[in-house]
């Protein structure tokens, strides 16, 4: 589906994603960028989120991680790639200009999406309310702990994040939301099977995209 995006658009714009789940797609991005069978040259990029106060060259930015995972691999520039900047003194000012650079750049084509076992996308956590535009979020104790294993502790873990808003996410044109292992097979069946949305569930508000497509493999898929 990526790759689709890819080769039909003139200005692909495509949203990522970090996280585990999102390793294996981005490996075979690199396979096929290798083989000659994809260019990135073209290609603009904008990630989910980032840790607030996290220094782009810290090994637990976000940044890195698109880096090492997919950027340092492709023929993609990198001043085509957006990750949320966690240095910025005023996150929400700044949320707005991301968004609008984003619809500056036409709107994503295809956002990539994992789902955390809380229900959250990006770093939008179960709440009363959720909200639209980019902004800065605290993270919430479980997603803290899910984290933690990226870090020497789970201390270290930064308590806030600068997440693209449930708003900037619909938008997208196109969703992909992925989730493997048994982890997250009990938010996947309350996701798939429940006729509700919820601010609880986060995640649930992507079923009232026209364009929303879920994929599993057979352990999250446990309970369905
Ligand atoms: P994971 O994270 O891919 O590492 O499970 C997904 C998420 O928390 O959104």
């Known amino acids: ?74 023929n993609i520039s990198k001043e085509k790639t957006h990750v949320p900047n966690g240095l910025v003194n005023n996150p929400n000012g700044y949320g707005r200009e991301y968004d609008e650079l984003i619809e500056e750049h036409g709107g994503i084509d295809i956002q990539l999406l994992g789902i955390g076992r809380n229900g959250h996308i990006a770093f939008n956590e179960p709440a009363d309310e959720l909200r639209l535009s980019t902004h800065l979020v605290d993270l919430t104790e479980d997603t803290i702990e899910a984290n933690s294993r990226f870090f020497e502790s789970k201390e270290e873990v930064p308590t806030k994040a600068i997440t693209m808003g449930m708003g900037t996410i619909l938008k997208a044109k196109k969703i992909v939301l992925m989730a493997e292992g048994e982890q997250k097979a009990k938010i996947m069946a309350d996701l798939i099977s429940k006729d509700q949305i919820s601010t609880k569930l986060p995640a649930s508000f992507l079923r009232l995209h026209r364009d929303f497509t879920i994929v599993l493999d057979s352990k999250a898929a446990k309970y369905l």
């Open 1 to 74: 589906m990526i790759e689709e995006v890819i080769v039909s658009k003139q200005n692909p714009v495509i949203g990522l994603a970090t996280g585990s789940t999102p390793i294996g797609a981005y490996n075979e991005l690199v396979d096929r960028y290798k083989r000659k069978q994809l260019d990135f040259s073209k290609v603009t990029s904008f990630n989910l989120d980032e840790y607030y106060g996290l220094d782009p060259s810290n090994h637990q930015s976000y940044r890195y991680f698109m880096d090492s995972n997919l950027f340092n691999h492709i």
